[in-house]
């Protein structure tokens, strides 16, 4: 099996390492690099557990070739928090909200509403609360109903409950 050398950045950390061609981004960030809190379940692009930000894009690391993420900056959810602990604001409106049970789906779901809001910063709360309504059809959740997940949205949005 081919390997090749790849080189990037993952939470502002600088790696290098040899990997397979055929290694998937999750994999590799998971077993290689000890990203855990990147879930692989469907492996099919389907669930939107695995979403991690390349270059500041949602994408499945699941269908994301490791060596694709070669140069690139990524970003998982153990980045999203500032260094002193405080949480990304789409973490805080997840805990305020219960948008989360198990957790599974959550660090998939945080990420892709991270992008979202950078994204539409700026815009006004329904056309952010749209763009991230919209953005959770990507992210299976088996248990919270999609209830708290919506209420954070509109805590995101600044919409009123
Ligand atoms: S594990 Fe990647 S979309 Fe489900
Ligand atoms: S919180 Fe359990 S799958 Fe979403």
Redesign the pocket.
Known sequence: MSEHRIELTVNGNRHIARVEARTSLGEFLRDTLGYTGTHLACEHGVCG?CTVMVDGDAMRSCLTLAVQADGAAVTTVEGLAQADGTLHPVQQALRDNF????????PG?AITMAAVTRDNEGADSGAMEEALTQAMSG??????GYQG?RRAIRQLAGVSA
Do not use: E, S
């Open positions: 557990a948008g989360l049970q198990c957790g599974f789906c959550t779901v992210h299976i959740c088996r248990c919270t997940i």
